[in-house]
């Protein structure tokens, strides 16, 4: 399973931004989709998650100012980032739970992560 994150760039603080992330590849399925950041010099942090049933988590620092979306028909996943802070300034991941299923006998599991794109917020 290929993801590939798009929407990153740089923007003044108390802005927004739109995040997508979609994936490719053969015989597969997603359950849990998530957002992941990492700024320099910090460890990698959850930023939000939704589940196949649109349940959503999300970290301390980004609720009430993030949205975490899923289009399941498209394969895609969204973040939308309002009310931005320079603290949000990271590369932002794209993490996917996949099941691949070749045949219907062979299945496997696979944790998907994009490549990151750059989000730069300017105080």
């Known amino acids: 399973v290929q993801l590939v994150e798009s929407g990153g760039g740089l923007v003044q603080a108390g802005g927004s931004l739109r995040l997508s992330c979609s994936a490719s590849?053969?015989?597969?399925?997603?359950?849990?989709m998530a957002w992941y950041r990492q700024a320099p010099g910090k460890q990698r942090e959850l930023v939000a998650a939704?589940?196949?049933?649109?349940?959503?988590d999300y970290g301390d620092s980004v609720k009430g100012r993030f949205t975490i979306s899923r289009d399941s028909a498209k394969k895609t996943v969204y973040l939308q980032m309002n009310s931005l802070k320079p603290e949000d300034t990271a590369v932002y991941y794209c993490?996917?739970?996949?099941?691949?299923?070749?045949?219907?006998?062979?299945?496997?599991?696979?944790?998907?992560w994009g490549e990151g794109t750059l989000v730069t917020i300017s105080s």
């Open positions: 939704v589940t196949t049933d649109g349940s959503t």
């Open positions: 590849g053969r015989s597969f399925s997603l359950k849990t």
């Open positions: 993490n996917a739970d996949a099941t691949i299923c070749p045949t219907i006998e062979r299945c496997w599991s696979e944790d998907a």
